[in-house]
């Protein structure tokens, strides 16, 4: 058995002076979410919009590169737009309770998923940007919803990270079937080395409410 290492508040002020991570520089992207949450700390988790102006609220006003990887709201209503690189014209349209799919397309080829289980919506729309990106909503009724985005620092590792990203390795999407055993276990993906999980589903037989409880995911 490993032992225990505990990490204390001396700890943590050696490693914010340690030598070799004072004075570099931002990594090349920064994982950030914009969300509804209730700035209080409260459970009002629904609007709190960057701002409002003539109807439209914005969830997100994106300065600098980065790409949007996922959105997500409880409540989808409303339409949503996804303005890029300063332009007029919105790169995407969305009326996100009666249309399934946006209107529009995700960049570089990639297709954008779109799930809709639980009355939800999640949406994968992988979208870059260089020169700033807005997303607003118009007509929304106190939206609770997540936009996650990665934000990039540094134009040249920028690119070359998006590149790496967008390239299709083999064996990069798998889909297998398997047999889970009564209070047994089994491994459903194994990888070694660097890389990302981008995603994940399961489909149960039989999809009960009973197994959905009983089943726990490491």
Request: proline share 6%.
């Amino acid at each position: 058995m490993r032992a225990t290492r505990w990490l204390t508040l001396l700890t943590l002020c050696a490693l914010a002076v340690s030598a070799p991570l004072v004075g570099q520089p931002p990594a090349a992207w920064q994982a950030r979410m914009a969300s509804s949450a209730d700035p209080s700390g409260g459970n009002d988790d629904r609007g709190h919009y960057v701002r409002v102006t003539d109807g439209r609220a914005v969830l997100a006003d994106l300065p600098g590169s980065g790409v949007i990887t996922r959105f997500w709201t409880a409540n989808p209503n409303g339409v949503l737009r996804v303005y890029l690189d300063g332009a007029d014209e919105p790169a995407i349209v969305w009326d996100l309770a009666r249309e399934a799919a946006p209107k529009g397309g995700a960049p570089q080829g990639r297709e954008a998923e779109v799930s809709r289980l639980g009355g939800g919506l999640l949406w994968w729309p992988w979208l870059t940007y260089r020169l700033g990106a807005r997303v607003e909503v118009e007509g929304a009724q106190q939206l609770y919803y997540q936009l996650n985005y990665v934000d990039g620092h540094d134009a040249e590792r920028q690119a070359a990270a998006r590149r790496d990203a967008l390239a299709v390795k083999a064996g990069a999407y798998t889909s297998a079937a398997t047999t889970v055993p009564a209070r047994g276990e089994t491994v459903i993906a194994n990888r070694s080395g660097a890389g990302q999980v981008t995603g994940l589903r399961l489909r149960l037989t039989p999809d009960s409410l009973a197994l959905r409880r009983a089943l726990r995911l490491r």
